[in-house]
């Protein structure tokens, strides 16, 4: 054992210096990450009416991205775990951040409907490497706060696209928006170049294949639930935009700040729930008991609140909405150590592109479905209701199918070190 791998098995209180670097790095990826995917949304009112969108070929547009980052997130676990992941993941970035440059000069439908392939191609790559890096460089009893902190970026993401981007958009259009995001957006690669992790001398090659990550019981559960707490948040992100200034008639300023104070709200409890975890685990609790426990509590609450939004005055309404927020971010910051923590470094590339197909098929269904609903019944109510029960549905994944949270033992014969 050389004394890198002995270094990387003491327990450390801190994160690493170049770790905390490009942990912050990839923070902001997070962050222009959902900037990129949710500004559709943002601009779905505008755009609906420049376009003659129906709803339905709105919903088409909003869940679009999904069908490309679903369908490639196997292939973007298997490079991850073969090549060099900080290269991958700047080949994704770049094109996901062209993608959304280019978006500002389509029109018509079906160039949108390219761009928007296009993007979920890009940013496939995003939670494979992720999860790669941290699972092979981030200490164990610190992958709360790390996970949590790509967890704000997550949400903070949005909240910058709605406050900033709806703001900008309402006051300059949707397109120079786009250009101008873009465009600047790839200068993130100049410092992603400068301090990217080095690939380590004793680098495995994970020999384990997609069919052993299958026989997992786990691994069926975690994709599982992945998908009902990315329907929720997948929802909010395509059509809460749409569904403050249509259903509830708020402006487009007004829609921004609430949409905003929202996401925020998602990402401080994100970064609270993530240190109280290690702080939970430091002290001697189980990684099962903090872990599942932060996120059974979290997807419960935010499904019933969320059921409590659409039914309320429109005062009661904004503080259900927030309440669902603020107990999403407690599942957020704990969904990844999950698996980081099972996979572990050889299958961690893999198993999140499994979890990660699973889990965003709900952003091909979640817009689509409601866009469907809204057709159908002229509200948001039922849209809603679906929602809070896939998300109760959710907590009862986390609490009965997916197994201990530990590192699961692949056999010898599996791993070519």
């Given at each position: ?33 959902y900037v ?53 993941m ?14 500002g ?27 790669k ?7 164990e ?10 967890a ?17 958009i ?10 101008i ?35 997992q ?10 998908f009902?707490?990315?329907y929720m ?25 609430i ?14 729930s993530?240190?109280a ?11 099962t ?18 059921v ?16 669902a ?5 407690m ?12 996979a ?19 952003g ?22 679906v929602?809070?029960?896939v ?19 692949w ?7």
């Amino acid at each position: 054992m050389s004394q890198t791998t002995i270094e990387r098995d003491v327990v450390q209180t801190r994160l690493p210096r170049a770790l905390k670097i490009v942990l912050g790095l990839l923070w902001f990826s997070a962050f222009i990450n959902y900037v990129d995917r949710g500004n559709l949304s943002i601009a779905a009112p505008l755009l609906k009416d420049e376009l003659g969108l129906s709803a339905s070929q709105l919903g088409i547009l909003l869940s679009s991205f999904f069908w490309t980052y679903s369908s490639f997130q196997l292939i973007a676990g298997w490079a991850v775990d073969r090549f060099d992941v900080s290269v991958v993941m700047a080949a994704g970035f770049f094109i996901w951040s062209a993608a959304t440059a280019a978006t500002g000069l389509m029109h018509g439908f079906a160039a949108l409907l390219m761009m928007r392939l296009v993007l979920g191609m890009g940013e496939s790559v995003a939670y494979p490497s992720y999860s790669k890096i941290l699972a092979s460089d981030c200490p164990e009893e610190r992958k709360g706060i790390a996970n949590a902190v790509l967890a704000s970026g997550l949400s903070l993401g949005p909240a910058f696209g709605i406050l900033a981007g709806g703001i900008l958009i309402g006051k300059f259009g949707w397109r120079h928006y786009f250009i101008i995001l873009g465009l600047a957006s790839t200068l993130w690669l100049v410092p992603w170049w400068r301090f990217k992790l080095k690939p380590r001398a004793e680098k495995s090659r994970a020999k384990l294949g997609y069919r052993e990550i299958l026989k997992q019981r786990s691994a069926w559960g975690t994709c599982a639930a992945l998908f009902c707490g990315n329907y929720m948040m997948y929802f909010l992100l395509t059509w809460l935009p749409y569904y403050l200034v249509r259903e509830r008639h708020y402006t487009m300023t007004q829609m921004a700040k609430i949409g905003g104070l929202a996401y925020i709200l998602t990402a401080t409890t994100a970064l609270i729930s993530g240190w109280a975890a290690d702080k939970f685990m430091a002290a001697g609790k189980s990684a099962t008991l903090v872990r599942k426990g932060f996120l059974i509590a979290g997807m419960a609450g935010a499904g019933a609140f969320l059921v409590l939004c659409v039914a309320a005055n429109p005062k009661f309404s904004i503080l259900m909405l927030m309440a669902a927020s603020a107990s999403l971010g407690m599942a957020t910051a704990n969904w990844w150590p999950v698996t980081q923590t099972m996979a572990g470094p050889h299958a961690a590339g893999r198993w999140v592109g499994v979890q990660n197909l699973s889990g965003n098929l709900s952003g091909v269904v979640a817009p689509a479905v409601t866009g469907f609903v809204v057709d159908r019944t002229g509200e948001f109510y039922w849209a809603f209701v679906v929602v809070g029960v896939v998300a109760l549905l959710g907590s009862l994944v986390w609490m009965f199918w997916v197994g201990p949270v530990e590192p699961v033992q692949w056999e010898e014969a599996e791993i070519k070190a």
